[in-house]
């Protein structure tokens, strides 16, 4: 099968996921290619048999950025269309319509301002005011008419997120289905759930409102001994230097700043917590859980779906502080639940979330959309 996955940014979680499916379709038999602006991601396809096409559709309206696409696209004559984030979904389909070509969309997740339309999120206040709030009506509008399109399919990384596609979009639920995120190569992760780490917690991912990583602090704070590592970096760093300071945890606490890696900071961890306010299929989760880690996680959108509460890690109410440290605490104290969940968290990683899980159901789905 000819397949073509379209990115229209440089960098982020949409873009990861391209690279990954692209290099796994290809291990299992597919010609691929990735079209999409240059970014740190094309180093990752040079020793690989996927196909690197450069276009930079950087608006909804560049013209020509599309015509560039388009030129591409007929030159290849792929059998499908992986549109990957939410640019490359409203130029890509329209283009795959006009060229008579079957596309998918995966729909990553949802704007902050509309987390608490997916079951199970809070509501998330950005600040993003009514001109932001006008725009998201535009694009609900945009994503309602292009999810109808004949020969097309939205694809969703959680059950949660499909009622959002199928209610809040309207979406056919015929045209709607769930494929979770995958971890690439977790044999190579290292197995830290025997580790005898010293009392530390690890966060990643990108600081912002949702991630509610002020309350994490504030928790382990409530945790004799406990210490901090925080990966990632973004707007909300401040607020969370500030929470910090104010819970008087600066000499435990490390600032990692963005890791393209993050494995070296984890495996000097002993458990790992994401106490989001809303989520998807959060790949930080499973990478920290391919690694063997203990994982205190808020039970929103479609973490429950991964961790299954006292077997796979802890789940605790997002918001919750109080909680939140007792989850963290028990695990501390408890170093035989800390093997168990994190072995469990292991194996649960290999035999339903890897990258090769993802690849296969998404294919069988291409076949179904071009048939």
């Known amino acids: 099968m000819e397949i073509v996955h379209l990115v229209t940014q440089g960098r982020g979680g949409p873009v990861d996921h391209a690279v990954d499916m692209a290099i796994e379709m290809t291990n299992l038999g597919h010609s691929c290619h990735v079209i999409g602006p240059q970014g740190e991601y094309v180093a990752q396809l040079r020793d690989t048999d996927v196909a690197f096409h450069h276009v930079d559709v950087r608006t909804k309206t560049d013209v020509r950025g599309m015509r560039q696409l388009a030129a591409v696209m007929r030159r290849i004559g792929p059998d499908i269309l992986h549109c990957q984030d939410r640019r490359a979904g409203l130029v890509g389909r329209l283009l795959a319509r006009r060229q008579d070509i079957a596309s998918i969309y995966t729909l990553h997740g949802v704007p902050d301002p509309l987390a608490s339309t997916v079951a199970g999120n809070m509501a998330v206040d950005d600040g993003s005011g009514r001109l932001v709030n006008q725009s998201l009506l535009g694009n609900r509008y945009l994503e309602t008419r292009l999810g109808r399109l004949r020969r097309s399919m939205v694809v969703v990384p959680c059950r949660a997120l499909e009622s959002y596609a199928r209610d809040y979009l309207q979406i056919p639920a015929d045209q709607v289905t769930s494929v979770h995120n995958g971890v ?85 961890s002993s458990l790992f917590a994401l106490i989001s306010g809303a989520e998807a299929c ?75 899980h993802c690849a296969l159901k998404l294919i069988e789905i291409y076949r179904q959309v071009t048939e």
């Open 282 to 356: 959060p790949m930080a989760l499973l990478k920290a859980m391919a690694c063997g880690l203990p994982v205190v996680a808020s039970r929103v959108g479609g973490v429950p779906e991964i961790i299954r509460h006292d077997i796979d890690g802890l789940l605790v109410e997002p918001g919750d502080i109080q909680g939140i440290a007792t989850a963290l605490r028990r695990l501390t104290e408890d170093a035989a639940l800390r093997t168990y969940l994190g072995t469990q968290a292991r194996k649960r990683i290999h035999s339903e979330f890897t990258a090769t």
């Open 184 to 268: 690439a190569n977790p044999g190579d992760y290292p197995d830290l759930s025997q580790a005898s780490a010293p009392a530390r917690v690890a966060w990643l991912g990108l600081m912002q409102p949702v991630k509610r990583v002020p309350d994490l602090v504030h928790a382990a704070s409530l945790v004799p001994g406990l210490a901090l590592t925080l990966i990632g970096d973004g707007p909300e760093r401040r607020n969370i230097e500030d929470a910090v300071h104010h819970h008087g945890m600066e000499s435990v606490t490390t600032f990692a700043g963005f890791q393209r890696d993050p494995v070296a900071y984890l495996a000097k």
